[in-house]
Nanobody, 115 residues
């Protein structure tokens, strides 16, 4: 079993920045990929960014040029640096890890972009 705990969400003004963290604990072996997804009210969950253990990254269209995903293998943590935030970035942000053949999700952290 793997447990994921997100942190760093909150209320930020348009144009501001936030840094999300996702700490993994438990049986962390054979990690395939780690990533961030988000879900806004009334919308489907969508990919924000994903990173492999080799460091390859993929970004959703909404995140390109504004968000950066990174990882610290020594801390079993991934991060999402979000800049130039817009009201449409408001959503619950979830981290997802694929470990072996299992998919694990965190509980989510709320990000609200509003003046």
């Amino acid at each position: 079993q793997v447990q994921l705990v997100e942190s760093g969400g909150g209320l930020v003004q348009p144009g501001g920045s936030l840094r999300l963290s996702c700490l993994a604990s438990g049986s962390i072996f054979s990690i395939s990929s780690m990533g961030w997804y988000r879900q806004a009210p009334g919308k489907q969950r969508e990919l924000v960014a994903r990173i492999t253990t080799g460091g390859s990254t993929i970004y959703g269209d909404s995140a390109k040029g504004r968000f950066t995903i990174s990882r610290d293998n020594t801390k079993n943590t991934i991060y999402l640096e979000m800049n130039s935030l817009k009201p449409e970035d408001t959503a619950v942000y979830y981290c997802r890890w694929i470990v072996g053949s299992y998919v694990y999700w965190g509980q989510g952290t709320q990000v609200t972009v509003s003046s």
